[in-house]
């Protein structure tokens, strides 16, 4: 079955530098979310997309922006990029509206260090 | 604002023997989707089992049960038969039952579970 795919699986980048983190949902899931995941934590909500409109907001930096585009792939943009920006960013893709209860199918995430 | 607690930041379990692993949460729904998601070493998100609120039977995946108490806001994870394999980080999670939105995940803080000979 096709999963939720996400690229790059590593990224390096500089502080103060820009990154940008792209998601391909599993097919016909119409809700996308992202995740930061720093070493030893939980992850953490950072924004959520519902037929391409954003429909909730975690603690996202206002660094960061992200949109979900037609065919329902989705972009984490980052921008000034911070030492503590260094994590684990998943993205999850669901059903939302009436298939609210379906669960995420999350992808293997892309691993961002900041130097 | 929902909240789930994860108490056992570690836990072991012997090969072939049964672990519980517990999480309460804190919510004013009723209307809600509880989910325990395995993270083994590779960092990948695997979903164990899930649970709709308004179901009392209890959900069940081979090795995997939960134990649901609505009443408690409690949703324990066990585990018979512990293979090797069980070693992971478990997170229990929330997600709200509200239709027509996106709900999120909200994650406990989860507990790692290691499996020894």
């Known amino acids: 079955a096709a999963g939720v795919i996400q690229s790059p699986r590593h990224l390096i980048k500089e502080k103060r530098e820009t990154a940008t983190l792209k998601c391909y949902p599993i097919?016909?899931?119409?809700?996308v979310y992202w995740y930061q995941q720093g070493p030893g934590q939980d992850p953490q909500f950072l924004i959520s997309?519902?037929?391409?409109?954003?429909?909730d907001k975690g603690s996202i930096p206002d660094r960061f922006s992200a949109q979900q585009f037609s065919d329902y792939h989705s972009e984490l943009n980052m921008s000034s990029l911070e030492l503590g920006d260094s994590a684990l960013y998943f993205c999850?893709?669901?059903?939302?509206?009436f298939g609210v209860g379906s669960p995420l199918h999350f992808g293997n995430g892309t691993r961002l260090t900041v130097t | 604002a929902q909240t789930v607690t994860q108490s056992q930041p570690e836990m072991s379990v012997q090969e072939a023997e049964t672990v519980t692993l517990s999480c309460t949460y804190d919510?004013?729904?009723?209307?809600?989707?509880l989910f325990w998601y395995k993270q083994p070493p590779s960092r990948q998100m695997i979903l164990v089992i899930r649970?709709?609120?308004?179901?009392?039977q209890n959900a069940t995946e081979n090795r995997f049960s939960v134990n649901f108490q609505k009443a408690a806001k409690s949703f324990s994870l066990k585990i018979s038969d512990s293979q090797l394999g069980d070693a992971a980080m478990y997170f229990c999670?929330?997600?709200?039952?509200?239709?027509?939105?996106?709900?999120?995940?909200?994650f406990g803080t989860g507990t790692r579970l290691q499996v020894t000979l």
């Open positions: 097919p016909r899931h119409d809700t």
């Open positions: 999850a893709s669901s059903l939302g509206g």
């Open positions: 919510t004013s729904e009723s209307d809600y989707y």
């Open positions: 997309f519902y037929e391409k409109m954003q429909s």
């Open positions: 999670a929330y997600r709200s039952g509200r239709a027509g939105t996106a709900s999120k995940l909200t």
């Open positions: 649970q709709e609120a308004y179901k009392q």
